[in-house]
């Protein structure tokens, strides 16, 4: 009897996806000969796993990716020709394959990066073709493709080229190919609220593009775009994918403020021990986890950031819209509420990474652009734009907790002084201070010069602001070396005595303006100390050749803020010292006497009547934002969200 033909293989000790199989046999062999038709024909036909393609890949360095350049050109080339031909499912899966693909290869390390890459993906004789056929696929498919789904994916696919890419020149042929009028017809198209979210991200990248080296075409768009039901639907989208963000931080540490109960109120007045016991007492969190979670947020998402400034900057149809749409159901809360809590959070905790603080930065500059806008400012102090936000209170101290809605400029003036209070540190953000006291500067100006008298708790503010001179005063040694410290000085001093010489034009009753004018009296002997120790050594990389150390001792002793025409510290000191002479001569003659609370306020009032505040001229003028002065700092924001793009699609 013959023996069957039929034999029994042994039992593999785990099974192993085809497609697994097909991409560890493309890359196991540099000498591996060219896979032949079928090889590819089973490739695309085949579900693709990302997951495994990475991993893959990871275990290459990028010697290796060189070594298996026609391994690599191959997979390229054949799945630009299945997008390009956009039969289904080959084109989706070659979209998926991409989108894995670019992102690992891209993100390794290259001695050449520009050179390395092109020899990787498509050689050098071939890159030209090979990516106008790459990116015209992309582009044709975003604008055209069969479905949203399809779409999106070759949204991610450009995400991935992009960011991965960034510091090449291969990112100019997605600027040189004109995607902008696909993506927003995407947006669109889109029926989720989210949807926008990708399109809008690839946009702010191919804006910040090399665009202080040379004409972004995409810069020039944004600024002629004037479709509102798309810059609308970028808007909900962003206000969305804000309050999600949010939504990281409260899952850390719940702030909102606890509600009443019988027990808290038994406990306020001194009859804790007859409060109801909970049966499983709640636990104490673990300080050290919250902070590294804390510190690992916001999460990537918060890359959208840097396309909403770049739009705020170059559209103020995108301004208006963003300032003044209202919530698409009665009980959310609408996009700019959520803008704005987002950035309560973000800057309450900018110190913790420098992620943190670079998207604390954007958000301030696009806030500093919106209160800028005279029209907008406007609408922001109005009670029309009454809303109701929720503020970050994970960190002590807290502000007063207002309930309902309130007018925007109270929320913004809150997040500021929230981010003054809660990022004190000896090597001070500097950028970050001269920003927010900035923006606190422009409010007070439009507030002061419109006569609105506006209903806030003033008390607060003109707290963090003394408190922050006094913190400066502390640490000016620390301090002195820091680039840009004299523009904090001026913009904070110049705060104040602005609110000196102006308060009876925007506070709403005297009591505000007395409170102002007791707790500068109560610093007045650190307002000159603040003023000695303010002192500014000239700059070493700036000192010609003949510059000695007198000349350098000479300066120092001369160049004080008072001296400086910018600067209004003469004027504090000016009035605290008039209340000084007042109090001391109405000071009580027997010793160990001092004047009360009252007596103070009531030497304060009487002052008014022989005070003269030598205010200098233009307090509240300000110079308008100015791109090319954050130049550096911009590229810094850019790279931020470059890398968190890379990170945003290998979690997708």
Not at 81 to 91: F, L, N, Q, R, Y
Not at 100 to 126: E, R
Request: include cysteine.
């Amino acid at each position: 009897m013959e023996p069957s033909p039929l034999t029994q293989q042994a039992r593999p000790e785990f099974f192993q996806q085809k497609i697994v199989q097909l991409y560890q046999a493309l890359f196991r062999d540099a000498e591996y000969p060219e896979p032949p038709e079928g090889f590819w024909q089973e490739f695309f036909l085949l579900k693709p796993d990302k997951t495994s393609l990475r991993r893959v890949l990871a275990d290459l360095r990028a010697d290796d990716l060189l070594h298996f350049q026609n391994q690599s050109q191959q997979l390229f080339f054949r799945c630009v020709s299945h997008i390009k031909a956009g039969t289904a499912p080959s084109d989706e899966i070659a979209l998926d394959t991409l989108t894995a693909f670019l992102g690992n290869v891209l993100s390794k390390k290259y001695t050449n990066p520009s050179s390395d890459i092109i020899a990787i993906l498509a050689g050098l004789d071939h890159v030209d073709a090979t990516f106008t056929d790459f990116v015209n696929a992309l582009d044709a498919i975003v604008r055209n493709g069969r479905s949203l789904p399809l779409r999106q994916k070759a949204i991610q696919v450009a995400l991935s080229a992009t960011s991965g890419a960034y510091r090449t020149g291969l990112v100019s042929y997605f600027t040189h190919r004109d995607l902008f009028p696909s993506l927003m017809k995407y947006v669109q198209d889109a029926e989720i609220n989210t949807a926008p979210f990708e399109p809008f991200t690839l946009l702010g990248l191919l804006v910040n593009y090399n665009k202080f080296e040379f004409q972004n075409l995409y810069r020039l768009r944004l600024d002629d775009f004037v479709n509102e039901k798309a810059i609308q639907k970028i808007i909900v989208s962003v206000g969305a994918i804000c309050l999600s963000a949010r939504t990281q931080y409260v899952a850390v540490q719940d702030d909102l403020p606890e509600g009443w109960t019988i027990s808290n109120t038994l406990a306020y007045i001194g009859l804790g021990a007859l409060a109801p016991r909970a049966n499983t007492p709640p636990q104490a969190p673990n300080i050290e986890a919250v902070r590294s979670l804390l510190a690992a947020l916001p999460g990537h998402e918060a890359a959208v950031l840097l396309a909403t400034y770049d739009f705020a900057n170059a559209n103020k149809l995108f301004c208006f819209n963003l300032v003044s749409m209202p919530a698409q159901a009665k009980h959310e809360e609408n996009p700019f509420s959520g803008f704005l809590s987002f950035t309560s959070y973000i800057l309450q905790h900018a110190h913790r990474s420098m992620r943190s603080s670079s998207y604390a930065y954007i958000n301030l500059i696009t806030l500093r652009i919106l209160v800028e806008d005279q029209d907008l400012c406007k609408r922001i102090c109005s009670d029309e734009s009454k809303t109701t936000v929720r503020l970050c209170r994970q960190r002590q101290p807290f502000l007063p907790l207002v309930g309902g809605q309130r007018t925007l400029v109270t929320v913004i003036v809150d997040v500021m002084v929230d981010g003054i209070n809660h990022n004190l540190r000896r090597r001070l953000d500097i950028d970050l201070y001269a920003m927010m006291v900035g923006i606190l500067l422009r409010l007070i100006s439009f507030l002061s010069r419109s006569h609105i008298r506006l209903v806030y708790h003033w008390f607060e503010l003109w707290r963090t602001l003394l408190s922050l001179i006094r913190f400066l005063t502390t640490y000016a040694t620390d301090l002195k070396p820091l680039p840009n410290i004299l523009t904090l000085l001026d913009t904070l001093v110049n705060l104040i005595a602005l609110s000196l010489s102006a308060g009876d034009t925007f506070l709403p009753s005297p009591a505000e303006y007395d409170d102002l004018f007791y707790k500068l009296v109560e610093i007045g002997d650190i307002l000159t100390k603040f003023r000695d120790a303010c002192e500014r050594f000239p700059s070493p990389t700036f000192l010609p050749p003949t510059f000695t150390n007198h000349d350098i001792l000479t300066q120092r002793s001369v160049d004080v803020l008072s001296n400086r025409t910018t600067n209004s510290i003469a004027t504090l000191i000016s009035v605290s010292s008039h209340y000084y002479t007042l109090l001391e001569s109405s000071a009580p003659k027997a010793k160990g006497k001092n004047l009360s609370t009252k007596e103070v306020g009531k030497v304060i009032k009487q002052g008014y009547e022989t005070l003269s505040i030598q205010a200098k001229d233009g307090l509240d003028g300000w110079e308008k934002y100015r791109e090319a002065d954050e130049r550096v700092m911009l590229k810094k924001i850019a790279r931020v969200a470059v890398e968190d793009v890379k990170a945003l699609l290998v979690e997708r």
